[in-house]
């Protein structure tokens, strides 16, 4: 095929790699834990980085590398390497890259480990966190001191699902020399791409729409060469690597990310639409919903809304609950971006450790719902939320 690129849906079908003697159509799995050389010299040259080649599975895989070229491909970005959670991902980006002394800019509304990693590991090797409120973009700068050396969010937030001007970002990290770092997980590649906003590093957790099935775990980081090549040694050396089979199974699953991203939004946003009219919901939360209030901030950078819709159920705590136990068709379950709808109440679960003040400060009220829309029929998904509300 032509070296010129294609477009998305070709390019995360067509990127593999190179067809072995036996032509076989899709890639193989290497299910190995090393590799082998011709000679003494094959070893010394290839340990020295003079060749470019597999080593250990520690280091870099057939099947990972397969992996990370579609997602850097999809991103626009220049390398990458992949881990074996989302949660690896986060810290080996940020440990590989920051030093005692240093110090973290970051939106305040961030995954919960995320939030664990800044507060409770971090300090230990003096590295501090300073947190901004997402909805107050215009306080980052105030934020910033002569050690910060990352600026870093996610959009859309877990899961009170804010949006935040990446370009906006981008300009501040460019203005302050800062490392601008995106988890992109609940936008993917295809609705959203932070690198053409300025951001050096986007990460994923794999586990979530990439996969799109609940069945494997996985972690990826990708962007600037220089920046990656921290990450990678780093990473060679503590060993948070995705396992092949699991790098060959997301591998497959990004072929249909396209089309199944294009149908979990088109549920999504009917989902939103229904939630937003019924008598006991406070308030919905989907980006593309106009009601949003980063709703044209969203428009100008997402292609679509995504698969997360937020909204709050009267009656608060004791609600959520009575809502979760209601449900027939949806799961109730920790992960999401699956082809299964799933359903949590952050107060009363992830989040019921926090207390009601430090919740309140990301939008995570009380009745807060997080649904997750699957690929089942619309009407089936929309009859179990309408039963459950009732």
Same mark, same amino acid.
């Given at each position: 095929m032509s070296k010129e690129k294609k477009q998305f849906e070709t390019e995360v079908i067509r990127t593999q790699l190179n067809r072995t003697e036996f032509l076989e159509h899709t890639s193989p799995l290497y299910l190995t834990s090393s590799f082998? /050389?011709?000679?003494?010299?094959?070893?010394?040259?290839? /340990?020295?980085?003079?060749?470019?080649?597999?080593?250990?599975?520690?280091?870099?895989?057939?099947?990972?590398?397969?992996?990370?070229?579609?997602?850097?491909?999809?991103?626009?970005?220049? *390398?990458?390497?992949?881990? #074996? =959670?989302?949660?690896? #991902?986060?810290?080996?980006?940020? *440990? #590989?890259?920051?030093?005692?002394?240093?110090?973290?800019?970051?939106?305040?509304?961030?995954?919960?480990?995320?939030?664990?990693l800044f507060t409770k590991y971090f300090p230990k090797w003096q590295i501090e966190t300073t947190y901004f409120d997402i909805n107050k973009p215009e306080t980052i700068e105030s934020c910033i001191?002569?050690?910060?050396?990352?600026?870093?969010?996610?959009?859309?937030?877990?899961p009170a699902i804010d949006i935040i001007d990446l370009e906006l970002l981008g300009d501040i990290a460019k203005k302050h020399n800062l490392i601008l770092i995106i988890d992109n997980c609940f936008a993917t590649s295809y609705l959203q791409q932070p690198i053409k906003y300025g951001a050096h590093l986007v990460t994923h957790s794999a586990t979530k729409l990439m996969d799109g099935q609940g069945r494997v775990l996985g972690g990826v980081t990708v962007g600037n060469a220089d920046l990656i090549r921290e990450?990678?040694?780093? *990473?060679?050396? =503590?060993?948070?690597?995705?396992?092949?089979?699991?790098?060959? =199974?997301?591998?497959?699953?990004?072929?249909?990310?396209?089309?199944?991203?294009e149908k979990h939004c088109e549920n999504a946003l009917k989902v939103a639409e229904f939630?937003?009219?019924?008598?006991?919901?406070?308030?919905?939360?989907?980006?593309?919903?106009?009601?949003?209030?980063?709703?044209?901030? *969203?428009?100008?950078?997402?292609?679509?809304?995504?698969?997360?819709?937020?909204?709050?159920?009267?009656?608060?705590?004791?609600?959520g609950r009575k809502f979760l136990n209601a449900i027939k068709l949806c799961s109730l379950s920790a992960n999401l971006g699956d082809t299964r709808t799933i359903v949590t109440h952050p107060a009363s679960t992830t989040h019921s450790k926090l207390l009601e003040e430090d919740r309140l400060e990301v939008n995570i009220t009380d009745g807060l719902v997080r649904v997750s829309v699957g690929l089942e029929h619309i009407d089936d998904i929309i009859e179990d939320l309408k039963q459950a509300l009732g």
């Amino acid at each position: 095929m032509s070296k010129e690129k294609k477009q998305f849906e070709t390019e995360v079908i067509r990127t593999q790699l190179n067809r072995t003697e036996f032509l076989e159509h899709t890639s193989p799995l290497y299910l190995t834990s090393s590799f082998v /050389f011709e000679d003494a010299e094959d070893m010394r040259a290839s /340990f020295t980085e003079e060749k470019e080649r597999n080593i250990y599975s520690r280091f870099t895989n057939p099947n990972t590398s397969e992996f990370v070229d579609k997602v850097c491909k999809m991103e626009g970005a220049e *390398a990458g390497y992949a881990f #074996a =959670t989302g949660m690896a #991902a986060i810290y080996a980006t940020f *440990a #590989a890259l920051l030093e005692s002394g240093d110090h973290i800019v970051s939106a305040r509304s961030v995954f919960g480990s995320t939030h664990t990693l800044f507060t409770k590991y971090f300090p230990k090797w003096q590295i501090e966190t300073t947190y901004f409120d997402i909805n107050k973009p215009e306080t980052i700068e105030s934020c910033i001191t002569p050690k910060t050396k990352i600026l870093f969010a996610e959009s859309p937030t877990n899961p009170a699902i804010d949006i935040i001007d990446l370009e906006l970002l981008g300009d501040i990290a460019k203005k302050h020399n800062l490392i601008l770092i995106i988890d992109n997980c609940f936008a993917t590649s295809y609705l959203q791409q932070p690198i053409k906003y300025g951001a050096h590093l986007v990460t994923h957790s794999a586990t979530k729409l990439m996969d799109g099935q609940g069945r494997v775990l996985g972690g990826v980081t990708v962007g600037n060469a220089d920046l990656i090549r921290e990450i990678y040694l780093f *990473a060679r050396n =503590t060993g948070p690597a995705l396992s092949p089979f699991n790098a060959w =199974t997301l591998s497959k699953s990004l072929e249909t990310l396209p089309v199944r991203v294009e149908k979990h939004c088109e549920n999504a946003l009917k989902v939103a639409e229904f939630l937003e009219d019924h008598p006991k919901v406070n308030w919905v939360r989907y980006p593309f919903l106009k009601s949003h209030p980063q709703y044209e901030v *969203a428009k100008k950078q997402m292609k679509l809304g995504g698969n997360i819709v937020a909204f709050e159920v009267k009656g608060g705590i004791e609600a959520g609950r009575k809502f979760l136990n209601a449900i027939k068709l949806c799961s109730l379950s920790a992960n999401l971006g699956d082809t299964r709808t799933i359903v949590t109440h952050p107060a009363s679960t992830t989040h019921s450790k926090l207390l009601e003040e430090d919740r309140l400060e990301v939008n995570i009220t009380d009745g807060l719902v997080r649904v997750s829309v699957g690929l089942e029929h619309i009407d089936d998904i929309i009859e179990d939320l309408k039963q459950a509300l009732g």
